[in-house]
């Protein structure tokens, strides 16, 4: 027998959208780590954010929210009761007019008549009760009566079993026969089951003889019980939420369902054999609903199954419970309640959470606790670089020196041939500017010699470079402590990629200093400690330059106040506020050794303390260093343009040639 292919409705959304994207997502989870969050809480902010093109899990909570809320407003429970009364209104009308007709009728008969039909009770269930027993004489009449019986049992019955109420319209005797059947078997298999009996067998000849009353297709007892107790503790909860008027009517025209009283001690029966194989069910819960639309039994059940349905989810999409995981969006329920776009946008959630801590994005240390890799460092790095590029003008990406030979490397420009250049002809611009020529001059030869051009290309050396970070308590106070962190690992991007010869060390200074690895700056808790050790991280620096003597020294200092610290000679931190003159001494010196190593000196002056900037002023002009006072926006652009730029005898002096024309026309002061 040949295998069959059995197709369904693809569920995937667009079948011909690009993959999840993960730069976004590292980027936002690289800033909030930056900002002190750790990688777990930054990439589910994420997910409860979303990204551009991209629904986060707060925007699927709120539109839950808004679903539920717009049920509970549209909706009342009176639509059982209201139908019963305008079947009733219509059968005592169709009668009266039938008795008015009627001339054969004895009149005393006819008064009589009129007398019950004028005295009948006030309420539908009573009404109902009492002209159980009268003899109709309009057919009408009669068939709407008897639709109150037909609408009660299928209301009782859709109440247990979706879809009951369609399915028994114009049913016969024999349709209810087999509904009774149907409840006497399934409460003996539940009887059974409840005492521990192996009930297996017994369930697959329920199935067997019943199994279209249950178009789910349970597999076994614990999947019918599951389907079977949510919808009668939605039907409860519907109770529940019913005032006692409603509750007594309804009683009492359940008397009257199909007129069978055996279909109530049945319903009766599963109800109380679902509630204690079942007691961890929402039985007691309950809501308000003060709409407009009338809910009938049936469809009633079906919005509080909905209700539960948008609470659990609202509790899935939260995230906020132990070992939470966005495996645990029900993307059927979600599809259900908002629709397929909303059950896409969650699985795109999901994989994206998969791809972050599959792809080596993110990984556990030793402790348990979630980490960035070096792989997402790099990543991230990558992107605060792109972001620098942006910002920064002119030339940019090497460094120049006078000398150029053909032992450098191509800068990319080019420029007319001189005598004794050695450097590669650019064969393209100099046929180029051979046809070009001769467009002019037909009868002219080729190439001459002032066609050619010759690539320029540029020698680079090593450099030994300290990034100073101030981390004192004032650049997390006054919002500069992100900032700070994307400028070193746009840097330490930057060296490792594009310029593996040089030496880079960072370094953080609050009351004291220390070298750090980048891995471990960017995780760096905001410290609260007062402090500024500029003397300390001078020593640093210069101990790092001391141990590449063949390299150029470069000093990038980033701080937003003078120093209040430094390292008496016993090691100890002496602190003093404001600057002690032995504190600024002792950093002057340090800073004074720099310039001696022959440290190409850059500050970065964040704030606008006049006290600040006479200092760094001062301290500048000892070195013949350079000043900038940069908007934190450009913090990473300035930093990374100064240390392209600061070479002893690149062009344009230290400031860099063509990177000091940007920081002018970026509207920074430079000293």
Known sequence: MKDRTRFRRYEGGDPLAPPVDLAEALDAIGEDVMAGYSPERA?????????????????????????????LQRHN?????????????????????????????????????????????????????????????????REDYEKIKDLLGREMLEQRFSGMKQALENATDEDRARVNEMLQDLNQLLDAHRRGEDTDEQFQEFMDKHGDFFPERPGNVDELLDSLAQRAAAAQRMRNSMTQEQRDELDALAAQAFGSPELMDSLSQLDSNLQALRPGEDWGG??????????????????????ADLDQLSEQLSQSYGGARMDDLDLDALSRQLGDQAAVDARTLQ???????????????????????????????????????????GRQGQRDMDKAGAAGERSGATREWAFGDTEPWDVTRTVLNGVLRRAGDPTGPLV??????????????????ALLVDTSFSMAMDGRWVPMKRTALALHTLIRSRFRGDHLQLI????????????????????????????HALLLANRHFRKHPNAQPVLLIVTD????????????????????????????????NAGRLGAQTTFFRLGEDPGLARFIDSMARRVDGRVVAPELDDLGAAVVGSYLGSRRGSAGGPGGGDLGGWFGGRGFWVG
Do not use: C
């Open 43 to 71: 990439m589910q902010e994420f997910l409860r954010r979303g990204g551009k093109d991209q629904r986060g899990l707060d925007d699927l909570a709120r539109r839950v929210a808004e679903r539920r809320r717009e049920l």
């Open 77 to 141: 429970l009176d639509g059982t009761l209201q139908e019963v009364k305008e079947l009733l209104d219509r059968a005592v009308l169709e009668e009266r007019k039938q008795l008015a007709r009627d001339a054969m009728m004895d009149d005393a008969d006819r008064d009589f008549r009129e007398m019950q039909l004028g005295n009948l009770p006030s309420s539908p269930a009573a009404a109902v009760s009492e002209l159980s027993s009268y003899d109709w004489q309009s057919r009408q009449a």
């Open 286 to 307: 309950s809501e308000r609903m003060d709409g407009e639309e009338g809910l009938g039994l049936g469809d009633g059940t079906g919005v509080f199954q909905d209700l």
């Open 351 to 393: 994989q994206l959470e998969k791809a972050l801590r599959d792809s080596g994005t993110l990984k556990r240390d030793s402790s348990g606790q979630l980490r960035l890799t070096p792989k997402a460092m790099r990543q991230l790095g990558k992107a605060l670089l792109r972001d620098v590029a942006q910002r920064l003008s």
């Open 448 to 465: 001459e010699i002032g066609d050619v051009e010759v690539q320029e290309t540029e020698a680079r050396t090593q450099a030994a470079v």
């Open 508 to 535: 953080g200074f609050g009351r004291h200093a220390e070298v750090m690895e980048i891995e471990q700056l960017t995780a760096l808790d905001a410290m609260w400690d007062k402090g500024t050790n500029l003397h």
């Open 561 to 592: 106040g003078e120093p209040t610290s430094h390292l008496e000679p016993d090691g100890e931190v002496w602190f003093s506020y404001p600057p002690h003159p032995l504190t600024v001494a002792y950093a002057v010196r340090e800073l004074d």
